[in-house]
Structure formats: structure tokens, C-alpha cells
């Protein structure tokens, strides 16, 4: 059996947050489960409103035996041998037997077990009205009992179209688990919506606050550090004179007291790649070598220097090179600590075709003979998401021009080295700079993918939003509801949009209560910004304009959630080569609904996959989560992830069930998030979810699912070895022949446009210095060496 629905994953455990077992309120009395201890004979070998369920290659029993918790009888599901898989008894899925559920309810599961492995999870299914049954998570872990012990938990909010649901023990290890004694008991509803603490409009849309010290840095990379303060990395920042004086930059800003500390910097990081490691530090991996030449002779160039940047002590040191330059990297962290990086440019201006690897072990870069290679040319800041199985979606978001050859998005396996296309994403050559997320929470495995352009044809940039559910045996995006319209500024003050105007530079940041923000933006390459933010709702599928930021944020800025729940903005690099050095503040509507509620303890802050970790509260909770911390570049960010944690809650004190699988929270330090059942945030607390290897024996394997285990397309043939892939030395949509580096006069200027010069100086270029003899674009009509001069302004086009 391939099918999805009745897998269990230990991993997908942690969607529990949304299990809302932390609001103490009354339950109604009626247990909703028919036959909850098995003492009702069924019409064949199992008893009345059960059945068997499973998947895999293995080996099992079900026995409805006498070894009652009460009455007399339980049921032992036993797993003999295995390879793959699960088997557990559930509810039967049917009208007669399954509980009827209602929208938006929860509900409190409970049953008495023991058990001999600790590789079990209480495994929940929904019947959708329209689509039927389907797999809906894994609540809970069961820690190996020898005597009988109670287990409860609490589901999420019951989605849309869902009326009846289904659950019961899954057992994917060798070994046995019986139960008995199963409750189900609705919740009474929330507590009615908070009183708004702001203006009304403050507490539809949020509002933003521009801070009255500037960032000091010309910033493109944008890392959150796990003692709450930020790292902004420049490099030269885009600027030759910096560049050509060695001139490099990063500074650290800190939340709490506003201020900024510049960092000595030994190289030129402007674009390069970077993730924080299990411990903290920030692995930091090629960035600028040169700028591209005015006579194309050859374009950016990537090093293979690699840093890591130490949070305590707030230096840069060292490690080996990689392997081949790549500048524009992906940065990837594996779910055993490892980083995987693809794409970019190498020190001769070509393609890299070179996977690496960070042995997190060893704080090295891996031999190329040690690492998996398909020989692929990714692109620019390719988005690779990591998969709950291991596996590597990328997502179709990429910088600079077309998407790759195919669909634009696959599946690429390291362990069997292959890439198989995906298919469904709109557009895929106009996706340049769109923004993709893994939705909250991270065990849903939907990843939501928005706007984009295309810097090499310039249209106006769109508004299309794709989203995929990678738990489909055989996965394909989706359309979603479109981008809501801003305003852009064309030249004249910005204006509303029209007709299929949307943006690329799109940011999106993961909310504490579950959502996604998405803001900032262009309809161009480097020009004309778009005014716009909204929120998108996952349960919902719907995007909700908010106030938009009032700074331009296109090309080179970022966007990231800070601890206290507020949103950060930062940068832009228009085409003229200026910089936007002021900083935003966004403070969401969930911080305008009253008290927040508190963390007050967390009992230990170094945290183990398949733990039981306590905290008190000073109020009651809804649900809580992990957040992987930012580290944003470019509209990228493929490790930013949402994990729910189960919730049993005895008064102020709340155990949270953390995931037992790595690939669905790598390693590494996160915030901790106690959210209301207003969605109010608390004020995140820094736990450390330490590696693979330091679990304990006794500790639950991960309970990976057989999610798009049946892709239809074929696996890409392996291209035999190859040094590079060919790239224009204009790859980034600039002509070069005008103006210093930073400076970007389009290679394609927008459809429309009729003096070329007349455009250019609506966007505030000014004169520019043609670079040689060769005016291609036609901007030095009077030969006089400087390009929409004066004199050119007649006869330019």
C-alpha cells in the first residue's frame, strides 16, 4: 500500500501545536468513541468500530487480547519484523463509527497504553466531504511503558470541509503497543477576541515604524543570531570604490538597545551564501571575487573561501575552501547538521556544476569525490527546501532570468542522485526573485511560491502564487489565489496597479500565529517599486492586505521576524546605484490585542528529538512552536521553517512533544514561541535542538512517511562530468558599458518605454560614463563619451 493516508510520522509528531492542549477549559462529558475498550465483538477478527491499517514491508499481529487496562479487553498490535512502514488499529473509517467533528473545533484524544518500542505515534485522519479520507498528522509520541500508563493530547482546529475524523496508535519499530480506554472530548470554544489596543486600522492591518538610526552598512544578507541580535553582512555592499579599497563591512545590530557595531570583515561577502550550524555560528560560503568587466570579456566571479562567524565573540574565522567558486549559493542544512550548497558562479564567470557538502562533524568543506554529483547548473540562489524524508524540493524561486530546463521545480534525491521534475508551477521563466516558504507548520509539507519577474525580458512582474502538497504520492503545484495589488511608483509617485501588475524582490516571513507575511517588492528589474503587504493565511488559503511598508524595498533587501514577534525590514539597491540605509519595524495585528502571555521558565534549554521538555506559562496557551531563526538574502530563505509541538498542559505547566525526525527541525538553535488562543505571541525564548548523534538509545527512530514517493516524470539522465555550465557575463540583466558597477542600466528596458534616457531619468540615474566605444543601447547620441547627457536628450531614444 503507497497511499499516504494512513502513514505515520514521527516527524510530523511536532504538528501538535496546533494541538491547543494548553487552554485549561471544560470539556463537554460525552466521550465521543464508540466501543472505547474493545468490548464489543466486531464481525470478523476485530472488534466493532476497528480496523487494521498499515503500509510497508513487515511483519505484524493484531490480537484483541485480555491484558485489559479495564474490562476485558485490549488491543496488541505487534510489529515482528520491518523494513519499511507502519501497521495500527483505528477507528474505522466509516459514517457509523467515526466521530462527527465541527469546523474549527478541537478536540481532546486520550487512551491508556503500554508499549515495548519506542517507535510509536498517535496517528489522527480526517474525512474531507469532497475528497474523502486522508492522512491528516501525527499528533504524539508514545515513550515505551511497561505498566499502563495515560497518554492525551489535543487537535488542531478541524479544517474546512472536514466532518468526521479517525486516529488510534501507529507502531513503525519491532515491538508491540496495546491499548485501551480511548476518550475523545470536544473543547469549549476560545475566549472571545481581545479588545483592540490600537487604532482600528492598527488592529486590522499592523503598522510599521521607520527607526531613526540608519543600518550602516549597504546589507544584502540579513542573519538572526541566537542571542537575539542580528547580523547584517555587505561585503564591498555593491560598490566598486569599496571593492577596489578592500573595503569590507558586516555589522551587528541589537533589537534591545537599537544600536549597530561594525564587524571587521576579510572578504568581499557581497552575495554570498549562508546558514546558521547546529551550534549557532554562521557558516558563511564564497561571495565577490570581481565585478563583471565592460567589455564582457567576463562577468561576477565567485571564490571558494568559506567563513564561519561566531556570534560570542563576533568574528569571522576561516575554514578549507569549497570546492569551486560559487557565487549567488544556495545554502541548505541537512536534518544530520550537514550544509548542502548548489549553484552560483565560479572564479572564471561560468556556472558551478558542483554540489558540496559541510561535514558539520568536522567543520569542513568534503572532498568533491565525496560528495554525490548529478553535474546539474541549479542557477542563482536556487530555493532548495528540505523534505521530512531527506530529499531536497526545489521550489522554482531563483535569482536572475529563466528557471531551470523541465517544469522549473523538482525533487532532487542526494542519496540516489537524482533530480525528477515536478510539475504545475506557472510560469516558470517568470519567477526570477519570487519568494517560496515552507507553510507553517513545517509537518503540513506545503510550500507556497509568489510573484517574480525576469530580469533578462523585463515584463512587468506578476502576481502568480503556486502551492504544493508534498505529502501527494505525486506531488504537482497548484494556482492560489493571486498577489493582492499595491501601489507602484513608476516615476510619478506611486500609483495603484493595474491589469496583471504584481512584483518580484518578494519577502516572506513566517508569523508566530501561524501565517505568512509577504511585502516589499518591483514590477522591474531594479525599478519601480511596489507599496504592497499582505498576510497570507494557510488554513484559509487567502491573503489579507495590511499597511504596506513605507520604504521601497526591491533588489537587495530583506525582511525577518525577531524575537519579540515584530518584522524587521531593510535595504535597497535600485538601479542607479543608490541604497536605502533605513530600517523598518513591522508590528503585526497580533501585537495590538492586549496582554501577551509569558514563558516564564523553560527547565532546560538543550533540547533532544523525541523529548518531553516543560515549560510554565503565566497564562493560558493555544499552541506553541519552533521557529528556525532567518538567514535571508535575495527573496531567499529555503531553511526558514514552522514547527508545531504537541501540548499536555497541568495548570501553568506545559510539556511540549519535540519532533523525533531531523529533516523536519535540523538542528540548531530556534525561538520558542507560546502563542494564545487570540494568537497572541509571547516573546520568544532560544532553545538548542541538538543533533542526531546525541540521541539517546532509548530514543525514538524518526517515523519518515512514503510522502511523493510516486513522482510520475522520469528521473533527468545524469549528465556525465562536467567542469561548468555557460552564463552570460549579463547575467544579472546589466549593461555595464554605462556607469560604475553599481549602477545598473537594463539590458531590456520595460515595454512601453519610449526615450530610453527620458526612463532612465525618471529613476534618478543622471549622466552616466560610457565604458569604451561601444554604446549599444543608443544612450550617447552626440559621442561625447557621457550617456543621457544633455545632449542626448533630443534624439534619444
Known sequence: MRTNRRTALTGVVALAASLLMAVPQPASAANLIKNPGFETAGTGDMPSC????????????????????????????????????????????????????????????????????????????????????????????????????????????????????????????????????????????????????????????????????????????SVVLNNGKVLLIAGSGNSEEMFKAGTFTSAVYNPATGTYKQIPTPKDMFCAGHVQLADGRVLVMSGNKAFPAADGSHGYEGFKDSYIFDPATETYSKTNDMNDGHWYPSATVMGDGDVMSFGGLREDSTGSVTAERFDSSTGQWLPMTQVNQTWSYWGLYPSMILMQDGRLFYSGSHV?????????????????????????????????????????????????????????????????????????????????????????????????????????????????????????????????????????????????????????????????????????????????????????LYTPPYLLKGARPSITSVIDQEWKYGDTQR????????????????????????????????????????????????????????????????????????????????????????????????????????????????????VSGCDRHYGSVNVCVPTVFPAGVRSRCAWLKRQDYGPLKVNGRDDPLRLDRNRDGVACGRGDFSSAR
Not at 127 to 133: E, I, S
Not at 167 to 189: F, I, K, L, P, R
Not at 447 to 467: Q, Y
Request: glycine share 10%; hydrophobic share 35%.
Open 400 to 584: 536572475f532570468g529563466n528557471g531551470t530546463p523541465g517544469t522549473g521545480s523538482s525533487v532532487y534525491d542526494y542519496d540516489k542522485n537524482t533530480v525528477t521534475d515536478v510539475p504545475g508551477l506557472q510560469n516558470k521563466d517568470q519567477r526570477d526573485q519570487s519568494a517560496s516558504v515552507l507553510l507553517p507548520p513545517a509537518q503540513d509539507q506545503k510550500v507556497l511560491t509568489m510573484g517574480g519577474g525576469n530580469i533578462d525580458s523585463n515584463p512587468d512582474a506578476n502576481r502568480l502564487v503556486d502551492i504544493i502538497d508534498l505529502k501527494a504520492a505525486n506531488p504537482s503545484y497548484v494556482a492560489g489565489p493571486q498577489l493582492p495589488q499595491g501601489k507602484v511608483d513608476l516615476g510619478n509617485g506611486p500609483q495603484p496597479e493595474t491589469g496583471a501588475q504584481g512584483k518580484m524582490y518578494v519577502s516572506a516571513v513566517l508569523l508566530p500565529d501561524g501565517k505568512v507575511l509577504e511585502t516589499g517588492g518591483a514590477l522591474h528589474n531594479r525599478a519601480n517599486p511596489v507599496y504592497e503587504s499582505s498576510i497570507f493565511d494557510p488554513a484559509t488559503t487567502t491573503f489579507d492586505p495590511v499597511a504596506p511598508d513605507p520604504e521601497a524595498r526591491g533588489y537587495h533587501s530583506s525582511a525577518f521576524l525577531l524575537p519579540d514577534g515584530r518584522v524587521m525590514t531593510t535595504g535597497d539597491n535600485p538601479g542607479n546605484g543608490t541604497w536605502n540605509h533605513n530600517v523598518s
Open 50 to 221: 476497528w480496523e487494521k491499517s498499515g503500509w510497508g514491508d513487515n511483519d505484524f499481529s493484531f490480537t484483541a487480547t485480555s491484558d485489559a487496562h479495564t474490562g476485558s479487553k485490549a488491543m496488541k498490535v505487534e510489529l515482528i519484523r520491518r523494513v519499511s512502514g507502519d501497521r495500527k488499529a483505528l477507528i474505522t473509517e466509516s459514517d457509523t463509527c467515526a466521530p462527527p467533528v465541527g469546523v474549527g473545533k478541537q478536540y481532546d484524544l486520550g487512551l491508556w497504553y503500554k508499549s515495548t518500542t519506542p517507535d510509536t505515534s498517535l496517528t489522527l485522519f480526517r474525512h474531507d466531504k469532497t475528497a474523502g479520507w486522508q492522512y491528516w498528522t501525527d499528533l504524539k509520541t508514545l515513550p515505551i511503558s511497561g505498566g499502563w500508563a495515560q497518554a492525551s493530547v489535543r487537535t488542531p482546529e478541524v479544517p474546512a470541509g472536514t466532518d468526521r475524523i479517525s486516529w488510534g496508535v501507529s507502531v513503525y519499530g519491532t515491538g508491540s503497543a496495546t491499548t485501551d480506554d480511548y476518550t475523545m472530548e470536544q473543547v469549549a470554544d476560545p475566549v472571545p477576541d481581545p479588545v483592540c489596543t490600537g487604532t482600528a486600522d492598527e488592529c486590522a492591518n499592523g503598522k510599521w515604524q521607520v527607526l531613526p538610526t540608519q543600518n550602516p552598512v549597504r546589507s544584502m544578507h
Open 615 to 730: 515549560i510554565t506559562v503565566d497564562r493560558p496557551i493555544a499552541k506553541a512552536e519552533l521557529i528556525r531563526p532567518a538567514a535571508v538574502t535575495h527573496s531567499s530563505d529555503p531553511n526558514q521553517r514552522y514547527v508545531d509541538l504537541p501540548l499536555s498542559v497541568d495548570g501553568n505547566n506545559v510539556d511540549l512533544n519535540v519532533t523525533s525526525n531531523p529533516n523536519m527541525a535540523p538542528p540548531g538553535w530556534y525561538m520558542l514561541f507560546a502563542v494564545d488562543a487570540n494568537g497572541v505571541p509571547s516573546v520568544a525564548r532560544w532553545v538548542h535542538l541538538t543533533g542526531p548523534d546525541a540521541l539517546a538509545a532509548s530514543a525514538p527512530d524518526a517515523h519518515v512517511h512514503e510522502f511523493a514517493g510516486e513522482l510520475a516524470a522520469e528521473p533527468k539522465a545524469v549528465r556525465g562530468q562536467r567542469s561548468s555550465a555557460p552564463v552570460s557575463p549579463t
